[in-house]
């Protein structure tokens, strides 16, 4: 068993992209096949049509049915906004008029003889979708959305909250060991994907909320503070992540980490990588689903196109002596190094279970015996 | 069919798959190795057959037969001795829990029904969707298509109450047109479970969109509710759509020599026939990475053997462990470890074993952590069971609407743990656990059997595999059954009552000496097997005289004389008393749990 099985998350300087992005209705799709977008872009939108309120107008104005229409100051089709005048009886010798304005807003859809009352259409609602990430319109589904690509850095974390955001990468701190804190989020951040290292604390998540930073990434998290921040934001004594399906939450900022839960230094590599595209522009979105068919949360930096595509990285493969290496279990959760060597024989580990090992030497000097299960295979 | 010499099976679990390889060696079937490799549906793979062929990799290179052809298939039929197996079957559980959206047309009446029906049948609830929610219908349908549920159930009206309602909701899911998660071509599950008037024109809106199945009406009255039709087929269809779908198993049906079976229906045959055959009451547990499986044979009042099976559809070891956590609390998994931990710590090992499932422990104290969520996991899907678990399910008997409803009380007393002979335990923390003594301890502190009970486990996991083979081979299956799967841990004797710390609870009368157990301890007398380690296991008479306020089932007080069965372990004597309570003091409870530890031979040091 040569292989390292790994929840293979991408971390690429220079990758393809691609976003489907779809209305919940069947609307206009309104860019074109080879359009370039920016992430406000709106590619895609429709209309969900109006409510349609009665208006009783001769009743409420104590007239007869018959009266009404020498009484109407609009006809059927005419836009009405709240406060307008809707009728008007003549009156005695030009005094005592009666009149009514209107309480609703909308288009004049029926006026009824009959009835006296009018039908006003509420303006409809506009539900837009916007592409998410700056890219090219590859594929228009019609009436339904479009798939819109391009090329650019891709960091996958392996867990997140928060929805689909965009802002521009500001490191807050300058080590992939460092733990973020409050005092480091400053009133600068407003609006910035703030990366942080190797944990943000609960003073953080709140600090970044009053800030109104956009995203926060960063190798680790301890559970209970963002357990805790979670209730305190969604006002949910009793929240809880039980299964993992998250990117729903109406919090105000996307929170994407790297390793895992607690305090982890990020990967060199992807510090490295998100240092490199500090002052860019970032599309983030926190949605996680764990289980098959996963979803894992993302961070991604459209690139200007003509670079060279980077092969795929830190998904699994070949161990081989020499591969670089990282711990995802305790004892050594965390901490990267290389292959030394792979026992074919199964091993007894210190919790005596017989596992395929492999040997590292960590890069602390460290050499360790770990379950081949315990590892992933990193890029270079 | 020409004679079977090779057998290939592999059971894709949602976070392992493991390949077992059978030959006949002479005139018998016999297990020869088995490899196991982490079930490859996450990306890069998200294919289910790279992880099949990576089990079997490893049964190749531990055989030294060829199996996987250069295209990367399995070898079927055999060309000889060396090359392929005359036989290749699959299970899978590859698909993981189950999550659901309920929709109902009134958010307290209807949708909450549902949500009972939906809950009962062990789902999770990932959004209650109803008429009058308070949200616009697009917000419903982009929520549906963002989350992604395995299953609908739509409920609403009383029978001959609103029909545009429901109509309504059935144009919405039209609007969401939702697919399944694994996005196989298959189409979504949605049961209707409301207004039977409204069903017709429900139907004609989703016919051909969705996979649309009619039960009764959970709500058919204001004052009534049903929602047991609505539960079981939740269960049968999560079943057969969800839970062994995975992506690549399209692939993987056509490499086997019959159709893919579920992992749950494949161990249910496997305890049916350990039932049937020696005649005895049997509870069984399947514990794996996403779910759990019950399965019961109880006897009711007419003395006829009931069978039962639940799906816990979000309570496992890897990808549900943290839905243990959430439903059990950190205070119940931490009651089982025998050091201080921080619950920050407990907390976060469990949230990273969920979002890296493949992992092992490597430290001591890491394998207690888990196998302390495995007896929680146990205990609630045992719940779970026992809520379920009636008279009627399995067997061909007609049920009148007056018996459903009376479900928890027959359940109740269907499940009756001094009736029960033996308990069977599978899935990787009980098949794999270091020690055969902690599968026992972690399965008497889950259970707590009462009065005589054996307990069994799958030696390696592998009952899956043998429950699609006993359907095509049931010779081969039960030779292997036999002779390679059940491990034989002992008899356990568990007086029921309380007493006090120390004072007489139990003697044994056994192979010519008197055991004298007090109460709140565990004994262990060493009684194995014929001959060896393994094999047949020992079989002698006991004469269990409990004190005056203990129960081994003749009644308070009263001896009881039995056969029982060697094992593992041997004969385990659990005088901590039914139900067993731990010291609430947080020394004396992890200084008696290291002192039954060490009296089942379990290391407790971390």
New interface residues.
């Given amino acids: 068993?040569g292989?390292a099985?790994?929840?293979?998350l991408?971390v690429s300087a220079r990758t393809r992209i691609e976003k489907l992005r779809?209305l919940?209705?069947?609307g206009k799709v309104l860019v074109q096949e080879g359009d370039q977008v920016e992430p406000t872009t709106i590619v895609a939108r429709?209309e969900?049509p109006g409510i349609m309120q009665t208006v009783r107008l001769a009743e409420n104005m104590g007239i007869e049915p018959s009266e009404l229409m020498s009484a109407l100051k609009v006809k059927e089709g005419d836009r009405i906004e709240k406060g307008m005048l809707l009728a008007q009886t003549k009156g005695l010798f030009g005094l005592f008029k009666n009149e009514y304005r209107s309480q609703v807003q909308g288009t004049l859809e029926f006026i009824s003889e009959k009835t006296g009352h009018l039908g006003v259409r509420q303006p409809p609602?506009p539900?837009e979708k916007d592409a998410y990430i700056r890219g090219v319109v590859k594929t228009v589904i019609p009436e339904e959305g479009v798939i819109i690509q391009c090329e650019g850095a891709l960091v996958q974390g392996?867990?997140g909250v928060g929805g689909e955001r965009q802002g521009i990468i500001a490191l807050a701190c300058d080590s992939p060991d460092a733990a973020l804190t409050g005092t480091q989020i400053t009133p600068a951040h407003q609006g910035k994907i703030v990366v942080g290292g190797s944990n943000v604390s609960l003073d953080a998540l709140k600090r970044a909320a009053e800030v109104g930073a956009a995203g926060i990434v960063v190798g680790g998290v301890?559970?209970?503070d963002l357990i805790e921040y979670l209730r305190m934001a969604l006002n949910d004594p009793n929240y809880?992540?039980?299964?993992?399906?998250t990117?729903?939450e109406p919090i105000s900022f996307t929170l994407v980490i790297t390793e895992?839960?607690?305090t982890i230094r990020m990967a060199k590599r992807t510090f490295q990588l998100l240092q490199s595209l500090e002052g860019k522009t970032a599309s983030i979105n926190g949605?996680t689903?764990?289980?098959?068919?996963?979803i894992?949360p993302e961070v991604i930096v459209p690139l200007s196109l003509g670079g060279e595509i980077e092969a795929?990285a830190a998904?699994?493969g070949e161990l081989a002596i020499g591969t670089p290496i990282r711990v995802?279990?305790?004892?050594y959760?965390g901490i990267l190094g290389s292959v030394t060597d792979l026992p074919a024989e199964l091993v007894?580990?210190?919790?005596?279970?017989?596992?395929r090992v492999l040997e590292a030497k960590l890069e602390d000097g460290r050499k360790v015996v770990?379950?081949r299960?315990?590892v992933e295979i990193i890029a270079g | 069919m020409s004679e079977v010499r090779s057998i290939l099976a592999t059971d894709c679990g949602?976070t392992t798959t493991k390949a077992i390889l059978i030959e006949k060696r002479g005139s018998e079937y016999r297990l020869i190795v088995r490899?196991e490799?982490?079930t490859?549906?996450?990306?890069?793979?998200d294919d289910v057959t790279v992880?099949v062929i990576?089990a079997v990799?490893?049964v190749e290179?531990l055989s030294g037969k060829r199996l996987i052809s250069p295209e990367g298939k399995i070898l079927t039929p055999a060309q000889d001795e060396k090359t392929g197996v005359d036989l290749y079957l699959s299970t899978s559980s590859?698909?993981?829990?189950l999550?659901m959206t309920v929709a109902g047309v009134v958010k307290a009446m209807s949708a909450e029904s549902a949500q009972r029906a939906a809950l009962g049948a062990g789902a999770?609830i990932?959004d209650v969707i109803a008429v009058d929610d308070g949200r616009?219908?697009?917000?419903k349908?982009?929520?549906i298509?963002?989350?992604?549920p395995d299953m609908i159930l739509m409920s609403g009206g009383t029978d001959g109450g609103t029909v545009n309602h429901l109509v309504e909701l059935a144009e919405m899911l039209v609007?969401?047109d939702p697919k399944p998660?694994?996005?196989l071509g298959a189409n979504l599950p949605v049961i209707y479970a409301g207004n039977k008037d409204a069903f017709p024109p429900v139907q004609e809106l989703l016919d051909g969109r969705v996979e649309l199945r009619q039960v009764e009406n959970l709500r058919p009255t204001l004052e009534r509710e049903n929602l047991l039709p609505a539960r079981e087929a939740i269960h049968d269809l999560f079943l057969e759509h969800v839970m062994q779908?995975?992506?690549g198993y399209s692939k993987l049906s056509t490499w086997v020599s019959r159709g893919i079976m579920s992992t749950p229906n494949a161990v249910g045959k496997i305890m049916q026939t350990i039932a049937n055959q020696r005649n005895i009451t049997v509870l069984g547990v399947d514990i794996g990475g996403?779910t759990t499986d019950v399965f019961s044979v109880f006897r009711n009042e007419a003395g006829e053997s009931i069978f039962n099976r639940t799906v816990s559809a979000?309570l496992g070891m890897s990808?549900?462990i943290?839905?243990v956590l959430?439903?059990a609390k950190t205070e119940n998994i931490n009651r089982w470890l025998p050091f201080e931990i921080s619950?920050?710590?407990l907390?976060?090992?469990l949230?990273?074993k969920?979002?890296?499932?493949?992992?092992?422990?490597?430290?001591?104290m890491?394998?207690m952590i888990e196998q302390a969520v495995s007896r929680e996991a146990l205990r609630l899907a045992f719940d779970h069971h026992k809520s379920l678990a009636r008279g009627l399910t399995g067997i061909q008997q007609q049920r009148t609407i007056g018996e459903a409803l009376s479900q928890d009380a027959t359940g109740k007393t269907l499940v009756n743990m001094m009736d029960l002979d033996m308990i069977v335990g599978s899935g990787g923390v009980l098949s794999?656990a270091?020690?055969r003594a902690q599968s026992a301890m972690m399965m008497m502190d889950a259970y707590q059997p009462e009065g005589v009970t054996l307990l069994t486990v799958d030696s390696i996991f592998m009952m899956p595999q043998l429950g699609i083979l006993s359907t095509i081979h049931e010779e081969a299956a039960t030779q292997v059954f036999e002779r390679d799967c059940l491990i034989y841990l002992g008899t356990c004797i568990a007086p029921v009552g309380i007493g006090k710390e120390g004072e007489e609870c139990v003697k044994v009368q056994f192979q010519g000496e008197t055991v004298s157990v007090p109460f709140g301890t565990i004994s262990v007398i060493p009684f194995g097997f014929v001959s060896g380690d393994e094999g047949e296991p020992k079989r002698a008479e006991a004469v269990i005289e409990p004190a005056r306020n203990f129960d081994v089932g003749a009644g308070k007080g009263r001896h009881r004389t039995v056969t029982v069965t060697g094992g593992v372990v041997g004969l385990m004597i659990d005088a901590r008393g039914r139900p067993l309570t731990l010291p609430a003091d947080n020394a004396a409870r992890i200084r008696k749990l290291r002192e039954w530890m060490t009296a089942m031979g379990v290391?407790c040091e971390v």
């Fill in positions: 068993m292989s099985y790994t929840p293979g991408t779809r919940p209705l069947k429709t969900l609602t539900i392996i867990f301890v559970d209970r809880d992540i039980g299964v993992a399906i990117g729903q895992g839960f607690g949605a689903q764990i289980r098959a068919g996963v894992r795929q998904s699994g995802i279990r305790e004892p959760f007894q580990v210190e919790s005596e279970t017989w596992v770990v379950p299960a315990n | 949602s490899g490799a982490p490859t549906v996450e990306a890069p793979f992880g990576n990799r490893e290179e590859a698909g993981g829990g999550q999770i990932i616009k219908d697009y917000q349908v982009e929520r298509r963002q989350l992604r609007s969401a998660r694994l996005g779908q995975a992506p996403a979000n990808y549900s943290c839905n959430t439903e619950e920050a710590e907390r976060n090992q949230r990273n969920m979002i890296r499932p493949t992992t092992i422990p490597q430290r001591r890491d394998l794999h270091p020690r290391p």
